[in-house]
């Protein structure tokens, strides 16, 4: 199909008026648009607000649901009405809004993020989702003891080795069987290696000497070595809803066959969120975005699976 100009009865081009009229719109002062506003732009101007699409973090699905049914018939209305106030009601009402209401509102919730942001990294009780583009909160977190001696309740397949000040991870071998690791622990088919900063793997607890085909997808578990908030020691973090949600599910985890295999599934990039100046020399333009985002976001926007 072809579209063809509309022309008025004196054979005037609308599409051209319309145009120009708009431009005499933006040649206009600011102040005198705001100060000229009729009830039909204002009409049109308080529509707006709720013509824009709900944000995907916008509360439970019945929620959701409201700010979409809204959002359509808000639509049709504002349409509705710029047939019935006119062209140029529609413009003024259109220039007003872009050039001094979507500013402000885009900026009040820049600020609410950048608000949520730092109060999350302040809790260090969640991580950063970009794949949902929210936060989802650690299901636990294991510290050492304070001291050595204390009684610990940690998963099977987690230790704290006090002698050498660090966390290890069970990795099993099926085809050897070993002495007891301690006195506390009944594996013998593998052994406990060391968990090192911004590690993540994959773990079943209560099925730690199973052959892999045989693993209930329940029972895996997701787990990182991440600083704490003070970042003087080490903690072991359950982050198996955040990791199944954002990197990988467990099934795929079982038939990587990294289920307590010693293999690294995933990590974080500690570097990218410690540094302070990035190094020496002026940072590279593509790479500004990226360190800007590790700061406000954290470890969990650095997180990557592991290739090996």
């Known amino acids: 199909t072809t579209c063809t100009e509309q022309k008025d ?46 944000s995907s973090s916008d509360g439970a699905l019945f929620t959701r649901i409201f700010l979409l049914m809204r959002q359509y018939i808000c ?28 500013p402000k509102m885009e900026a009040a919730l820049l600020a609410k993020k950048m608000e949520e942001d730092l109060r999350m990294l302040h809790q260090d009780a969640h991580l950063w989702s970009d794949e949902n583009d929210c936060w989802i909160e650690k299901d636990q977190v294991f510290r050492p003891p304070p001291h ?56 079943s607890p209560d099925e730690a000497e199973i052959v892999n085909k045989q693993l209930t997808t329940q029972c895996i578990r997701f787990f990182a070595c991440l600083p704490n908030k003070n970042a003087d020691t080490l903690d072991v973090v359950d982050v198996t809803s955040w990791a199944s949600k954002s990197l990988l599910p467990k099934e795929a985890a079982r038939a990587l066959e990294a289920v307590d295999s010693g293999k690294v599934l995933f990590s974080f990039d500690m570097t990218a969120v410690n540094k302070k100046g990035g190094g020496k020399g002026k940072p590279k333009k593509k790479y500004k975005e990226v360190d800007a985002k590790h700061a406000v976001k954290g470890i ?3 997180a990557t699976v592991s290739q090996r």
């Open 9 to 54: 009865s004196d054979g005037h081009d609308l599409s051209k008026d319309e145009t120009a009229n708009h431009q005499s719109l933006e040649g206009d002062d600011l102040q005198s648009l705001q100060r000229d506003i009729t009830f039909a732009v204002s009409c049109l101007i308080t529509l707006q607000r709720y013509t824009m699409s709900p």
């Open 75 to 102: 639509i049709i209305i504002s349409q509705l009405l710029s047939m019935l106030f006119g062209q140029q009601a529609r413009q003024r009402a259109t220039l007003i809004w872009q050039k001094i209401h979507l």
């Open 148 to 203: 050595d001696n204390e009684a610990h309740t940690l998963p099977l397949t987690i230790r704290w080795n006090p002698a050498r000040k660090q966390w290890e991870r069970w990795s099993k071998n099926l085809t050897t069987r070993t002495k007891k690791q301690t006195s506390e622990s009944s594996l013998t088919k593998g052994t406990f290696l060391p968990a090192r900063e911004g590690d993540g793997w994959a773990s």
């Open 300 to 302: 969990g926007a650095t």
